[in-house]
């Protein structure tokens, strides 16, 4: 793999040769490959096809979770977070034990405890690991979805970008069955917090519990934002908001 130097950036195939753009410039490689109607007819392509089905599978489920979550995800996310949580659910996939091999998926492997750990923890902004975050205790209610912080206090116990003047936390409960794509999302009201050394106690509750059928998730959001003339506003474009999957039932 070569990369690419030049006045113009180009992107596509030219004869025998891809010029594409990657995370970290522009890069060379040859066309090459077998043919696309060879993969999907030639029975020495069979295991290939299988995991082109599951791959395709797990794709989607990633994809089903980030829009019903796209309220809360927007500001909150890396240019990775895509193809991260494809990468995990593609071992949560591996856990399917009954569907036969292509046809493996992320709802049922996601079925036990040991399975959704896999995907619990999840940090959908890798700049800003919620655990490094907020070095509070909280605790979950997975009935209603609150999230509570006791004895919060703003500037010792959260890891302060330069420059932020103010806190927000928020929290989400949210339903997804993914075998239908049926979806039901609430989100807590805001709490926005001076970044001072007052002590309170942090209640963040959904408007009313999650409802639908498949798996419930429930996630935790911090944002930083900078105080000038009395507008809030926020600090690089999310690079320093966290937003993590913090239980799945």
Known sequence: ????????????????????KGENGYFIRSKGG????????????????????????????????RKAIHGILADAKDSRTSSRLTQVLSKVINEDLTSVRGQRNVAIGLATAQEKSLLKGFNFNKRANLNSVLKASYTLDTATGEVSISNFIPNQQLAIPESATHVSMSCAFLNLDLSSDMADLQVSPVTNLLLNSISSTINLTPQEPATGTGQSFYFLKVTFFQDINEIQYPLNNGAYNALQLIEIL
């Open 1 to 20: 793999m070569a990369k690419y130097k030049s006045l113009f950036n180009v992107e596509g195939t030219l004869g025998e040769v891809t010029f594409y």
């Open 34 to 65: 077998v043919s696309k109607n060879r993969i999907l007819k030639d029975p020495a392509f069979a295991r290939t096809r299988e995991n082109l089905s599951e791959f395709g599978s797990t794709a989607t489920s990633g994809k089903q979770l």
